[in-house]
């Protein structure tokens, strides 16, 4: 070959031709007496494409179907923006997070904030020990006793006196309130009555008593033909319950 063409391609391959490729397009075009011309070689040049490392020529494929498949890409597929991205999901605005509390606060806190003020309290179910409270009042003995004999202040007791639960006239002890109550449930009232029956001494009186007829009269004396009646006494016979007249004729 050519000496000049191969120092002509060495030059050009400075600028990332394909050296092997611009050599077989001169070939092709020049005789091996023919240097080629500064227009050949820039319409040479045109007519290539730069040369990417790990890759070679290849065949022109990209018809007009795979065009139009292109042309309906969205702007996304050369961008790669999300802002280029449609029905995009609506994002609340971003919100701080604080990382201690706060009572004045309303924004969300951190775990581990969260879980070192936890476990600074005590559980629910913790006990003190006395001295613990401060406050605890200082209690007498029979607050934690309960005897009778570490009260202060107890009164005087009288000696323990018998209670009679029945009425005796001998007995100088109160008596239960049962046993006065059905003494008292055994006597008659102040305003009680008596039927003629209960009356165990009441009189047998005769007829006259009730009638004052003097037919109804026992013993009558003979009266005279003057119908004059001489001493005539009254008597009660207590033995029989009656009242009699007694008569003395003269």
Known sequence: ?????????????????????????????????????????????????????????????????????????????????????????TISAEIDVDNSLNINSNNPVTNSAITTAINSKANTNHSHTKNQITDFPTLSNVATTGSYNDLLDKPTISDEIDIDNSLNINSDNPVTNNAITTAINNKANTNHTHTKNQI?????????????SYDDLINK????????????????????KEIYLEFNNE
């Open 1 to 89: 070959m050519d000496p000049k063409i191969i120092k002509i391609v060495e030059w050009l391959e400075e600028y990332f031709f394909n050296k092997e490729n611009i050599v077989t397009s001169f070939s092709n075009q020049l005789s091996n007496t023919k240097v080629p011309t500064e227009k050949l070689v820039k319409n040479s040049l045109d007519n290539k494409v730069d040369k990417i490392n790990g890759k070679g020529l290849s065949t022109n494929d990209y018809d007009n179907v795979s065009k139009a498949k292109v042309d309906t890409l969205k702007d996304i597929a050369f961008s790669g923006s999300y802002n280029d991205l449609i029905n995009k999901p």
């Open 200 to 212: 165990t001494d009441f009189p047998n009186f005769s007829n006259v008593a009730f009638s004052g």
């Open 221 to 240: 004396p003979e009266i005279s033909s003057n119908g004059e009646i001489v001493n005539i006494g009254f008597g009660f016979d207590r033995t029989n």
